[in-house]
């Protein structure tokens, strides 16, 4: 972690890549809204975005961004700058990087006048300088008031200034530094097999001040979630310790688990200090996350000349000027026809013309059979007409009347 004085600007250069390291560009430019700065462990990100700067692309490479920030603008967000805080930047967009929202990911700590000494000041007072160096003046030594001029290399007897004896060896001194150093190692995405489970390996170092590995005063303990807070801790063994400072997990993936964000917490005790390191991971779907050498190979072979060539003869040659065309001319056809059906439906319908046409058919069929039946008689009227008289199925009523006039072929019914 960076540590910056007050009212100074933070440059935090960072680098987006696909999921084999090549640098890539988010699917639009990164600006400051894409981010969200969080102090001191706070779930209360930055109010706005006053202060902030980012060049996405920085300098027009491919992938590489620069977000600064000046600490001395408190405007919209007074008291957020502080001395003795430590501030993160976390990605928070709709944006996507090789189609993977990068929403969570840190890009950046630093803090503000909280591990550095400012050597102007002690005591929190400006001190005086003579030529560069702190003038210092003891007043007391051991407990023991000391005049003007009395504090010198004799008169300061072994192990006078502490009670547990003399401060004289390196190890003893290294004994003073609990600023205990962390590496995580977890996978950004994790995949879940088509079927069964993947086991993936995730890792802790541990480092004193001095980049020696070190020992925490307990093994240290891990919570697992989703974005929502649901528990997902059941997919991790318990921690294994194969060396001094190095601590591993098995979190094992299984076809199904569902695609969500992962928050790690790692809590670390040492030296009767309790510390935490955050981290987040995607799960993502194996099929739809890997272009396999099958799919490459399947791919392939639809390429291939004899493929397409094999396609175009179930296809058949057009009759027209493409297959498109003979689509379209069919399609005209079948708009007539389907004009023509529902024209018929109406036709068809009672009291249609197709309908009444029918009616009158059957009309004609039964008289028809009704005179071919010989139901009925013939009367001469005397004057070159005729009377033809039809009676029903039963021969008991009339039903028709025809008066018929052979020399004109007129007939008139009733």
């Known amino acids: 972690m960076r540590d910056r004085s007050l009212g100074s600007t933070v440059r935090i250069y960072f680098t987006t890549h696909s999921s084999t390291g090549v640098a890539v560009a988010p699917s639009s430019a990164f600006a400051a809204s894409d981010f969200r700065i969080y102090k001191d462990g706070s779930a209360t990100e930055k109010t706005t975005t006053n202060g902030i700067t ?6 027009s490479l491919t992938g590489a961004h620069l977000i600064e920030i000046d600490t001395s603008n408190n405007t919209g967000d007074a008291g957020f700058w502080a001395s003795g805080s430590a501030y993160r930047v976390v990605l928070s967009t709709a944006k996507t ?3 993977v929202n990068p929403t969570g990911i840190c890009v950046g700590e630093f803090s503000i006048e909280l591990q550095t000494a400012d050597v102007r000041k002690f005591g929190g007072a400006a001190g005086t300088f003579s030529a560069g160096r702190p003038e210092v003046n003891a ?3 051991g407990g023991t008031a000391w005049a003007s001029g009395a504090i010198v290399a004799g008169a300061i007897a072994a192990g006078a200034l502490n009670g547990k004896g003399d401060w004289s060896t390196s190890g003893q001194v290294s004994g003073l530094a609990v600023n205990t150093r962390a590496n995580l190692q977890i996978p950004i995405e994790i995949e879940t097999p088509d079927a069964g489970s993947q ?3 995730i890792r802790l170092h541990l480092f004193d001040v001095e980049g020696n590995m070190e020992a925490p005063d307990s093994t240290p303990t891990v919570s697992l979630t989703n974005a929502s807070g649901t528990d997902r801790s059941s997919r991790l063994s318990v921690a294994s310790n194969p060396s001094t400072g190095v601590y591993t997990w098995d979190y094992t993936a299984t ?7 992962l928050v790690w917490l790692f809590t670390v005790v040492e030296g009767g200090l309790t ?3 955050p981290a987040t991971s995607y799960v993502v779907e194996e099929t739809a ?3 396999s050498s099958s799919d490459r190979a399947t791919l392939n072979a639809a390429a291939t000349a004899a493929a397409l060539a094999a396609l175009s003869n179930k296809i058949g040659t057009p009759a027209g000027a493409s297959v498109s065309a003979d689509i379209a001319a069919a399609k005209v056809v079948l708009d007539a026809v389907v004009a023509d059906t529902n024209e018929l439906q109406t036709d068809w319908a009672n009291g249609g013309r197709l309908d009444l046409l029918m009616d009158a058919a059957l009309a004609a069929a039964v008289l028809a059979r009704q005179i071919l039946g010989n139901k009925h008689t013939v009367v001469n009227n005397g004057n070159g007409t005729y009377t033809i008289s039809v009676r029903d199925d039963s021969d008991t009523t009339t039903v028709r009347t025809i008066v018929y006039t052979p020399a004109t072929g007129a007939r008139t019914a009733s």
């Not at 980012?54 to 300098?59: G, K």
């Open 289 to 291: 996350f890997r272009f």
């Open 275 to 277: 510390r935490t390191y």
């Open 54 to 59: 980012v060049t996405s692309p920085f300098d």
């Open 97 to 99: 990087v090789d189609s």
């Open 199 to 201: 086991v993936w390996k």
């Open 255 to 261: 076809a199904g688990d569902a695609e969500e964000q």
């Open 139 to 141: 007043s007391h030594a």
